[in-house]
């Protein structure tokens, strides 16, 4: 929700990174609010998830330009453990199977850093268990996944459910969903978006990233964004959304076009 | 000079056998003319030792492992005799086992062991069931190393002294496992741990074969050289976990043959921590259709530690299944080995077979040699198979530290889960607690 007494969570300016000497994203310029939540569309290569993993701390993107403040700081100066500290969290459009490693293990570890990061209690394996299983009533998730390794053999809906598992027990300033409503059947998708919006509050935000207006009947963006070739082409409403779904990205440009015609 | 120096161990060792002196040689618990059959075994055994050649690097299976340091070393075999106090022992003890059969430096030891008499398996050490049961054990007894005979379960069968006898007959199905501790407490000593395993049609029964020590001094010295025989009847199911937590001196050199007969299933962990040089033969003969065996193997090495884990499953007849996972850790200086070789013979149509050695450096010094050998002379098969040895996976850390998790936390735990994943195979509650607790303090870098 767009408020007056927002603060600025986010913002971009002129990000410019390269992978593999390969430039990606091409001047990206993004504010988020607090209590706002913020919809990137585009076409599949177009740097969504780029920019995603960008503001996560990939190592794998080198920052040639541009800035980013989160909260008051240089999230760019922060390794990514502590950009997930400050409160930035990502929920992956590819969850990777962690073997070995129990969920409940692995959800408890990431919640007591966190915690005691914020200067909050810890707390013990009953404890957690406890307060985990609230979490996944939530998310209507089988507390069975607890016992298994992390996203290891779950399905693709199962894996999108458990990051949003995190999300909710991480409970950070800006979650970035890239695609989570991919792979996921209608039921999951209401469930999932019914967490979110419980989830969204006047204090975070949320950038959803999709392709698909049917997440964005559930959760209602303030603003849609489009990226083409590393860059944010035009911003709009949620109507922006329905146009879109519509008419597709040709549309799109033509538009552009006739605008720019119109303005020379 | 000490002219025993210029005395290989090869040689040394036969000549300890052929001199059998009172003094040093252990007495014998089963006295050869009441048991021909064992005479005639040991007989062969020293033959056959005296035929092979101490193996060098040149040795096509012994490439990458050189256990030179072994062949001057003159280590006279234990003597019988020894017993370590319980509270020294008992920490190993298994809560789950309902059985167990401990042997210090090779012979079975009453007072530490615990035979449950009530339950329907067979347990106990050969001079107690050479007896009773002779017809199996004479039946099973080194009969299971057919193709794969080398020079040291020749020489293990040739200072046969005592051995570990489980047989679980037709249609018995125990849970509880029965477990087998090998002790080794004399310093330069080499001792020869042994066990058979028979499980008889329609049975079921699980095997913990662990290696320990308790030595005075702590750290010393001295040479395993054991050897397991597992045989599966008709449908029998056997799990086999075998636990080397030898100290860091010692030199451990073990051989395994298991062999399957119609639809029976063996299922084996292997978790190798500890020795200076280890090495492991496994040698697993599908003989009759639709057999199935399901291995899996972890190595967690540090420091100098050589660990060498040497496979081969041997598909004979159709429809069996084979699935082999194995991993090596090595870290500091240690070399991990692990070769696996897969036999598809001619008739061995609609096999199932897979095949996964995955392997983790944790040190530039650390080495590693890894290699799956396939062997396929049927058409109609499935095999899968692939080796990889690399550090750990950036995007897996990268998902860690997404959570907030510092790094070398996240190192740490994925090193743990790298070899968790095999422990897990381990259906021994405690057993299996007891192993990721090792596995756990030895991960965890600063
Ligand atoms: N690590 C990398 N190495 C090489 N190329 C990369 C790498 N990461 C991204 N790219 C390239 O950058 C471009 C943008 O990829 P990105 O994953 O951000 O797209 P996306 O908008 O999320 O697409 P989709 O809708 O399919 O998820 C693609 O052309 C991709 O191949
Ligand atoms: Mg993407």
Known sequence: ?264 | MNALANIDYLSSLLQTLSTQNPGDFPKDLLPENNFPWLKQLRTQAIDQAGQFKWPTTRDEEWRFTDISPLSTLTFKPAQPGNSPALADVSPFFIEEANNRLVFVDGFFTPELSNVNHKNQLVVGNLAELATSHSDVIEHHLGQHFKSQKNLFSALNTAFLKDCAVIIAPQNTVITQPVHILYIATQAETTHYPRCLVVGQTNSQATVIEDYIALQKPANSSYITNSVAEFSLAANAQIRHFRIQRENSSAFHLANCAVSLDYASRYQAVSVTLGASISRYNLDIGLRAEAAECIIDGLALISSDQLADTHTCIDHLQPNCVSHQQHKCIADEGAHAVFNGKIIVRPDAQRTDSSQSSRNLLLSNQAKIDAKPQLEIFADDVKCAHGATVGQLDNEEIFYLKSRGIPELTARNLLTYAFGAEILNRISIASLKHTLEQIVLNQTQHH
């Open chain 1, 1 to 264: 929700m767009i408020s007056q007494n927002s603060q600025t969570i986010l913002n971009v300016q002129n990000l410019h990174a390269n992978t593999q000497n390969t430039e990606i994203l091409k001047g990206i310029n993004l504010t988020v609010k607090s209590g706002e939540i913020h919809a990137i569309m585009g076409l599949n290569g177009s740097g969504k998830s780029t920019l995603a993993k960008v503001l996560a701390g990939h190592p794998d993107y080198e920052i040639t330009q541009g800035s980013i403040q989160f909260d008051q700081q240089d999230l760019l100066a922060l390794d990514s453990e502590e950009r997930a500290q400050a409160g930035v969290f990502l929920a992956f459009q590819y969850p990777i199977e962690i073997p070995g490693v129990a969920n409940s293990q692995f959800l408890r570890l990431a919640y007591n850093t966190i915690q005691s990061k914020r200067g909050n209690d810890e707390l013990d394996p009953l404890e957690f268990d406890d307060f985990v299983r609230e979490k996944m009533k939530l998310l209507e998730m089988n507390p069975d996944f607890l016992d298994r390794s992390v996203n290891e053999g779950f399905s693709g809906g199962e894996k999108k459910r458990n990051e949003i598992l995190q999300m909710a027990l991480l409970e950070p300033k800006l979650g970035v969903l890239d695609e989570t409503d991919s792979g996921l059947d209608i039921d999951a998708l209401k469930i999932v978006a019914k967490g979110v919006n419980h989830l969204s509050n006047e204090h975070n935000a949320m950038i959803l990233i999709t392709h698909y207006q049917r997440l964005l009947d559930h959760i209602v963006p303030d603003y849609v964004h489009v990226m083409e070739s590393g860059r944010i082409i035009k911003t709009g409403g949620k109507e922006l959304a329905l146009e879109l779904e519509k008419h597709g990205y040709d549309w799109l440009h033509d538009n552009l076009q006739n605008n720019a015609g119109a303005t020379a």
